[in-house]
């Protein structure tokens, strides 16, 4: 079987396309004494495509990942337990600049309003975030206050607000829902 071969000496030799017999690499050229390879195969070639096509593949997986990730909303609100706020909270313990009081504001949350320190506000909404929930009030000029509460459990409560102020609160099981 005749394989054709390519000179690799470029510098003149003109016995491109010299149909030579063998296996593996064609030899010697007999008109310049240059390397023959097998026309169409080029080692730095044939070495570069997988790797090109590799890097292109990862890229494009990579690609798809990220476009994936950005339309997925967050996965903490996947697996974190969807805790209800609705009820009336206790004031466990206050924590104020890292000296903790067990006094604090009751709470109260309804649909459409929330009780603290026994003025009724009313809330625009309650937006989850894993196991956060944000309690959305109106505030002055049409802007909108968030206070956010992390859940500890189905009973207990964090509220962790400026200037190192925490309050810890716990359900009161008697209340209605």
Known sequence: MATTYTCTNYGGCTSAGVPQTGVGSGGTCPYCGGMLLAKGSSRSARGLAPAVKWGLLALLGLVVLVVAWRLIPSTAQFFAPQYEI???????????????????????????????????????????????VHVVVPGGGGMEVSFTFRFEGPDKIVYE?????????????????
């Open 86 to 132: 609705l009820g009336r909270w206790r004031a466990e313990q206050t924590t104020i600049l890292d000296t903790a009081l067990p006094v604090g504001p009751s709470l109260e949350f309804t649909s459409g309003s929330a009780t603290v320190l026994q003025s009724q506000v009313p809330v625009t909404a309650y937006d989850r975030d894993g196991d956060r």
């Open 161 to 177: 607000g400026p200037l190192g102020i925490s309050m810890r609160y716990r359900r009161v099981k008697d209340a209605l829902q």
